[in-house]
């Protein structure tokens, strides 16, 4: 995920102005990364891409992770105040896993990545937070969401009178 989660990052919070509460790397846009992948004086496309990761890595002042699924999993199910994923990940998830369903996964074909499906994500909630957070709980939890909030016919009170 890692991998995909640099340019995952990147264009989730493009341009989103958070500079000001002190948000490293939020220089690096879109544009910085289609210029960075598009310049083929800097070689492959793979030697491209180790340019992006290597920026992002600076500009956020990160060294080498572990990026294993196992450490992942045990930081996210570590429910202490101070545990790694205490800042917002844990809850986050936890509300992707029981109420959105929205899941940055590589299923569709037009996307560079791939090994990150919808089954790979729904497997994270069933690890981190139990057996009962399977596909069918997601599926139903999206679609519970959809149904209170609108899904895609919201209207606004003034449409409603």
């Known amino acids: 995920l890692f991998r995909s989660g640099n340019f ?8 989103d102005n958070r500079a000001f509460e002190g948000v490293k790397g939020t220089n690096i ?6 210029d960075v992948m598009s310049n083929v004086t800097l070689g492959t496309p793979y030697d491209r891409y180790a340019a992006v990761v290597r920026m992002i890595q600076q500009t956020v002042e990160r060294k080498c992770e572990d990026v294993s699924y196992k450490k992942y999993v045990q930081e996210m199910t ?3 105040w101070e545990g790694p994923a205490a800042a917002a990940g844990r809850q986050w998830v936890y509300q992707t896993c029981t109420e ?8 569709s074909t ?5 090994g990150f499906p919808l089954s790979y994500h729904v497997q994270q909630c069933t690890d981190i937070y139990g057996p009962e957070f399977n596909l069918t709980m997601v599926i139903n939890a999206a679609q519970n969401t959809n ?3 609108g899904g895609c016919d919201i209207k ?5 009178h």
């Open 8 to 15: 995952m990052d990147v264009v989730q919070y493009n341009k």
């Open 29 to 34: 846009t879109i544009q910085v990364v289609c």
């Open 78 to 80: 570590n429910t202490t």
């Open 100 to 107: 959105f369903g929205f899941f940055q996964s590589t299923d």
């Open 110 to 114: 037009k996307q560079p990545f791939s």
């Open 147 to 149: 149904e209170n909030y």
């Open 156 to 160: 606004s009170r003034s449409e409603e």
